[in-house]
């Protein structure tokens, strides 16, 4: 569920975006098994999230706080009890006021401030650990500008020409997308959804329902977790999310590390 800046979170039922793919380039390319990432975490409904310590799952605060409470989420295709969830106490949920102007009058300035200086991170504490899925480790670099990552997701899809429609399924199949990072600072690492002249060659983003999945940046380790997708602006662009020309910011956990570290080390 990026929050497309018109936040498909808020707009519509509040979700995320899934793998949007290039329109020149055969779906089933995109789509991979759940085996190749067994960490990622599915929400009830849509939204995802990533284990990144046996007990702990990393996700966005808005692809939880918009749900009722959450008592099970599935990791590794099993459902796991959830013992409570932390959620980043800089996150700034958007007022219904606000959210009823942008969609009013389609000026997202205000809107847009408000998420990008929000703290949209949030801990799932698991009732139990998880001894069957190995966890993804958090990137620790700050040098995401100009990396390639791999994004993955099942929520809506699309592709770069024609987008996707905001009442289409915020739950698909299993697609990764590759990117390249284009701003990272602070609380953010973006990327543009390029056309295919300058694209690469599995290029893509996410859409509605994404929201909490992996950013990922490879090392000569594997792939580390560097971001969870969290909002689009559709505003640069037209009004149809997923289209070529969008740009998307997921939260950039290298700068939240040590707020991570301390819940995880918390004895409750």
């Given at each position: 569920m990026p929050r497309v800046l018109l936040c498909t979170l808020l707009v519509l039922s509040f979700s995320v975006s899934a793998i949007v793919i290039r329109h020149d380039v055969n779906d089933s390319k995109y789509r991979i098994q759940t085996t190749e990432f067994p960490a990622l975490a599915?929400?009830?409904g849509e939204g995802h999230g990533v284990l990144i310590a046996p007990q702990w799952v990393v996700t966005a605060a808005h692809a939880v706080t918009w749900q009722d409470e959450?008592?099970?989420i599935m990791v590794g295709g099993t459902?796991?009890?959830v013992e409570?969830?932390?959620i980043h106490p800089g996150y700034k949920a958007p007022p219904k006021q606000l959210l009823e102007q942008a969609l009013a009058t389609w000026d997202w300035t205000l809107f847009r401030v408000l998420l990008a200086s929000s703290d949209d991170i949030a801990l799932v504490k698991l009732a139990k650990p998880i001894p069957d899925v190995a966890p993804v480790s958090v990137f620790s670099g700050n040098r995401e500008f100009g990396q390639t990552v791999k994004v993955i997701g099942k929520g809506a899809t699309g592709n770069g020409a024609s987008g996707y429609g905001f009442s289409d399924p915020h739950r698909t199949e299993l697609r990764r997308a590759y990117?390249?990072?284009?701003?990272a600072d602070g609380r953010w690492l973006c990327y543009l959804f390029d056309n295919s002249v300058d694209?690469?060659?599995l290029e893509g983003g996410s859409g509605n329902g994404d929201s909490g999945g992996p950013?990922?940046?490879e090392d000569k380790t594997g792939w580390l977790l560097a971001g969870l997708t969290s909002w689009t602006d559709l505003q640069s662009t037209n009004r149809t999310p997923g289209r070529y020309g969008q740009v998307t910011c997921n939260v950039r956990l290298s700068h939240y590390q040590k707020w991570i570290q301390g819940v995880i080390a918390e004895q409750p």
């Open positions: 599915d929400m009830p959450i008592k099970q459902s796991r009890a409570r969830i932390e990117n390249k990072v284009t701003s694209a690469l060659p950013v990922l940046i």
